[in-house]
T-cell receptor, first 112, second 113 residues
Framework: DTEVTQTPKHLVMGMTNKKSLKCEQHMGHRAMYWYKQKAKKPPELMFV???????INESVPSRFSPECPNSSLLNLHLHALQPEDSALYLC???????????FGSGTRLTVV | GESVGLHLPTLSVQEGDNSIINCAYS??????FIWYKQESGKGPQFIIDIRSNMDKRQGQRVTVLLNKTVKHLSLQIAATQPGDSAVYFCAENQEAGSYQLTFGKGTKLSVIP
């Protein structure tokens, strides 16, 4: 298995909702990432988990809460989001710091 | 023609021609670089990478060139095909041993059949 799987592919949520994005990989990669991508912009790093521990939080608002239950799974819990949080949320994984990162297809999130 | 990945320029290429996509990076300490292809509605797809101790690396139909003197990275695609149409991003690991991969602004490649 050489893929990163993200679910759901599309999500529409209200500003008072709580939802979660899920990411899974079975490549044995020890680092997993959440990126946010707005239209026509490059992906921006949000969080990095290394060996299931949060190692980087790029000053992301607390309404985004990451979780790494085990080495294969990564979640992003969403609560009280704003319309400007609408974006493509990408999960990625890598074997280490200087190996190609494998990205999932993303979750297209719309906050209404 | 060539494009610099500082905005989101568009590069239009005739099918069968070679494409050159450029990227200027800012951090002389960056030691690892990756080119990604992103098609509409999909996540970035790894194309090729290069470490700072190399100047050139070749893959299938693609070549990456690294010029550390002027902090410039380029992706060459040989015999460009319609399926190559996408946005191409360069990405750099700005600190050795860091997990922080920073993306350039991207270049949109359009292949004319």
């Amino acid at each position: 298995d050489t893929e990163v799987t993200q679910t759901p592919k599309h999500l529409v949520m209200g500003m008072t909702n709580k939802k979660s994005l899920k990411c899974e990989q079975h490549m044995g990669h020890r680092a997993m990432y959440w990126y946010k991508q707005k239209a026509k912009k490059p992906p921006e790093l949000m969080f990095v988990y290394s060996y299931e521990k949060l190692s980087i939080n790029e000053s992301v608002p607390s309404r985004f809460s990451p979780e790494c239950p085990n080495s294969s799974l990564l979640n992003l819990h969403l609560h009280a989001l704003q319309p400007e949080d609408s974006a493509l949320y990408l999960c990625a994984s890598s074997q280490g710091t200087d190996y190609g990162y494998t990205f999932g297809s993303g979750t297209r999130l719309t906050v209404v | 023609g060539e494009s610099v990945g500082l905005h989101l320029p568009t590069l239009s290429v005739q099918e069968g021609d070679n494409s050159i996509i450029n990227c200027a990076y800012s951090n002389s300490a960056s030691d690892y670089f990756i080119w990604y292809k992103q098609e509409s509605g999909k996540g970035p797809q790894f194309i090729i990478d290069i470490r700072s101790n190399m100047d050139k690396r070749q893959g299938q139909r693609v070549t990456v060139l690294l010029n550390k003197t002027v902090k410039h990275l380029s992706l060459q695609i040989a015999a460009t095909q319609p399926g190559d149409s996408a946005v191409y991003f360069c990405a750099e690991n700005q600190e050795a041993g860091s997990y922080q991969l920073t993306f350039g602004k991207g270049t949109k490649l359009s292949v004319i059949p």
